[in-house]
């Protein structure tokens, strides 16, 4: 099984120490939202947030099974893979559901990370938890076009109530 494919270190932020992060983001104004989303995110059961702070779109995503986050600004997908992989997920803008979610296991995004540098990476990969990475920015970045999974159309395999869903 291929590694899964995380960034370098530098874009890693430990959740357990997030203030050593802030002084590093570039954009003054954005240092409170980005503050208010690793500490959600740090306290809350859940894998990321999108927020849209002013002119800029926020990302911040988990990386499974670490104690770790990444923050992107303003990312857009530019490619993925033909290689999809099928796994539940929920969502907070879809209360009480949980959707089965054809998603790729790679993607490449161009974003910019909070020192200000632009990037263009790829991220995911075919393990668990590469999947499962490439799954959750995915899962945000539609929320930042203003989506939810229920959008995701043909990719949408089957959505049941939370009460009822067992695995
Ligand atoms: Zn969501």
């Given at each position: 099984?291929?590694?899964?494919?995380?960034?370098?270190?530098?874009?890693?932020?430990?959740?357990?120490?997030?203030?050593?992060?802030?002084?590093?983001?570039?954009?003054?104004?954005?240092?409170?939202?980005?503050?208010?989303?690793?500490?959600?995110?740090?306290?809350?059961?859940?894998?990321?947030?999108?927020?849209?702070?002013?002119?800029?779109?926020?990302?911040?995503?988990?990386?499974?099974?670490?104690?770790?986050?990444?923050?992107?600004?303003?990312?857009?997908?530019?490619?993925h893979s033909?290689?999809y992989?099928?796994?539940?997920?929920?969502?907070?803008?879809?209360?009480?559901?949980?959707?089965?979610?054809?998603r790729p296991d790679t993607l490449?995004?161009?974003?910019?990370?909070?020192?200000?540098?632009?990037?263009?990476?790829?991220?995911?990969?075919?393990?668990?938890?590469?999947?499962?990475?490439a799954?959750?920015?995915?899962?945000?970045?539609?929320?930042?076009?203003?989506?939810?999974?229920?959008?995701?159309?043909?990719?949408?395999?089957?959505?049941?109530?939370?009460?009822?869903?067992?695995?």
């Open positions: 099984m291929a590694e899964a494919i995380f960034p370098p270190d530098e874009q890693v932020i430990p959740l357990y120490d997030i203030a050593r992060t802030i002084p590093c983001i570039v954009v003054h104004e954005l240092r409170a939202p980005i503050w208010d989303m690793l500490m959600l995110l740090r306290r809350a059961d859940i894998e990321g947030l999108a927020r849209v702070h002013k002119a800029s779109k926020l990302i911040a995503v988990k990386i499974p099974s670490t104690e770790s986050a990444l923050v992107m600004l303003d990312p857009s997908i530019t490619k033909r290689r992989n099928l796994d539940w997920e929920g969502c907070s803008d879809v209360p009480y559901h949980v959707g089965q979610v054809r490449t995004i161009k974003y910019t990370d909070i020192t200000g540098r632009k990037r263009e990476k790829e991220f995911g990969g075919s393990s668990h938890i590469g999947q499962e990475l799954r959750n920015l995915e899962h945000e970045i539609d929320h930042l076009d203003g989506g939810d999974f229920l959008d995701r159309g043909r990719r949408l395999v089957q959505v049941v109530l939370k009460h009822e869903f067992k695995l």
